[in-house]
């Protein structure tokens, strides 16, 4: 297997940085744990030998340059400082959000609509792009947590151990967060390609 | 928590089957709601899809082809 030339590999880039904000909200450390990234895959081609695709071995990389910032980072920013609502109180409005979605009886406000073929949006590239920017319009703190989840693949113990909150606490952000990817998709998505 | 499973509860649980092992209860209480409620089954089918949407973007940054394949 040969080194990958620098072209695929600067051709990734622009992807590789969007997950690193996502993930740890911040540019300037998206760039740095991209910049290490391909520094890595530079300095050990041999690695990649045998592996499914560039793109697959890259983003392998970086989920654990961006583990290893947001650990070095928890030292200087304490989770639980960040704050999401603009009441400041992030409980609060993570249990409106959800109340909101429901009548007093605990049945559902609006009927969720059907989404025709969901599998077919899976083979659009657009759609992961509209994903992302889902994604982006989360509150910060409910993206880092829904990422650590559903991208980085950290089991709940493991987050709630890296960011110091109860696993009911977890549970209750990741669910909110689903509410409101479900909800962005719906609008932006199936509703428009019916 | 009332005898009868409402949509609320469900969903919640729908979340919390991705996060956390669901007990026996809670998986009997939601596959009895979603017997009879096509809005819950509605939800639990686009949870689904949109954790395999995340495993897609996770493994390779999004579908097949967006892959570095030879051109």
């Given at each position: 297997?040969?080194?990958?030339?620098?072209?695929?590999?600067?051709?990734?880039?622009?992807a590789?940085?969007?997950?690193?904000?996502?993930?740890?909200?911040?540019?300037?450390?998206?760039?740095?744990?991209?910049?290490?990234?391909?520094?890595?895959?530079?300095?050990?081609?041999d690695?990649?030998?045998?592996?499914?695709?560039?793109?697959?071995?890259?983003?392998?990389?970086?989920?654990?340059?961006?583990?290893?910032?947001?650990?070095?980072?928890?030292?200087?920013?304490?989770?639980?400082?960040?704050?999401?609502?603009?009441?400041?109180?992030?409980?609060?409005?993570?249990?409106?959000f959800?109340?909101?979605?429901?009548?007093?009886?605990?049945?559902?406000?609006d009927?969720?609509?059907?989404?025709?073929?969901?599998?077919?949006?899976?083979?659009?590239?657009?759609?992961?792009?509209?994903?992302?920017?889902?994604?982006?319009?989360?509150?910060p703190?409910?993206?880092r947590i829904?990422?650590m989840?559903?991208?980085?693949?950290?089991d709940?113990a493991?987050?709630?151990?890296?960011?110091?909150?109860?696993?009911?606490?977890?549970?209750?952000?990741?669910y909110?967060a689903?509410?409101?990817?479900?909800?962005?998709?719906?609008?932006?998505?199936?509703?428009?390609?019916? | 928590?009332?005898?009868?499973?409402?949509?609320?509860?469900?969903?919640?649980?729908?979340?919390?089957?991705?996060?956390?092992?669901?007990?026996?209860?809670?998986r009997?209480?939601?596959?009895?709601?979603?017997?009879?409620?096509?809005?819950?089954?509605n939800?639990?089918?686009?949870?689904q899809?949109?954790?395999?949407?995340?495993?897609?973007?996770?493994?390779?940054?999004?579908?097949d082809q967006?892959?570095?394949?030879?051109?």
């Amino acid at each position: 297997m040969s080194v990958p030339p620098n072209s695929e590999l600067e051709a990734l880039r622009p992807a590789l940085v969007r997950f690193a904000v996502l993930q740890l909200r911040n540019d300037d450390a998206a760039e740095d744990v991209v910049q290490e990234t391909l520094i890595a895959v530079l300095e050990k081609p041999d690695n990649f030998a045998g592996q499914s695709s560039l793109r697959t071995y890259v983003t392998g990389i970086l989920k654990h340059k961006i583990l290893d910032a947001m650990r070095a980072n928890r030292r200087e920013v304490q989770f639980d400082a960040i704050i999401d609502g603009s009441d400041g109180n992030d409980r609060q409005s993570d249990a409106d959000f959800i109340d909101a979605l429901f009548r007093p009886d605990g049945h559902v406000a609006d009927m969720p609509r059907r989404w025709g073929d969901p599998d077919a949006a899976l083979e659009q590239k657009d759609f992961f792009r509209t994903l992302e920017v889902c994604l982006e319009k989360l509150p910060p703190k409910t993206a880092r947590i829904f990422m650590m989840r559903e991208w980085l693949e950290m089991d709940t113990a493991d987050i709630c151990r890296e960011l110091q909150i109860s696993s009911s606490n977890a549970w209750v952000m990741l669910y909110r967060a689903r509410l409101q990817l479900r909800e962005c998709l719906d609008l932006n998505w199936f509703g428009r390609h019916d | 928590m009332s005898i009868k499973p409402t949509c609320k509860e469900v969903h919640r649980l729908t979340s919390e089957g991705l996060d956390r092992e669901l007990s026996m209860v809670e998986r009997a209480r939601m596959q009895m709601h979603l017997l009879t409620c096509q809005a819950c089954r509605n939800f639990t089918e686009q949870t689904q899809l949109l954790h395999k949407a995340m495993q897609r973007l996770s493994e390779r940054g999004g579908r097949d082809q967006d892959k570095d394949e030879p051109q």
